[in-house]
């Protein structure tokens, strides 16, 4: 019985991970076209990933903040 609800709650607890980083990678795959590369160089490669990564991680930072209401305010 002990093993059962530790399982169980191992089981759970794995499951929010996994679908918290799941959605990530769902958003990256819809938004941005997937893991496709057309760069030949590992250094290109490496430097294309993480610009693009950059650009979602602003992308979600900019739905983050509209969605709280701080929104940008010009001057």
């Not at 169980?8 to 590369?37: D, I, N, P, Y």
């Not at 490496?46 to 929104?71: I, K, P, T, V």
């Amino acid at each position: 019985m002990i093993v059962q609800c530790f399982l169980l709650c191992w089981m759970v607890r794995r499951a929010k991970t996994c679908s918290k980083v799941e959605h990530v990678f769902a958003g990256m795959q819809m938004v941005m076209g997937g893991k496709f590369t057309r760069c030949i160089g590992l250094a290109r490669v490496q430097s294309w990933w993480c610009l693009r990564d950059l650009a979602f991680n602003f992308l979600r930072f900019m739905q983050h903040e509209y969605r709280l209401g701080n929104r940008w305010k010009t001057v």
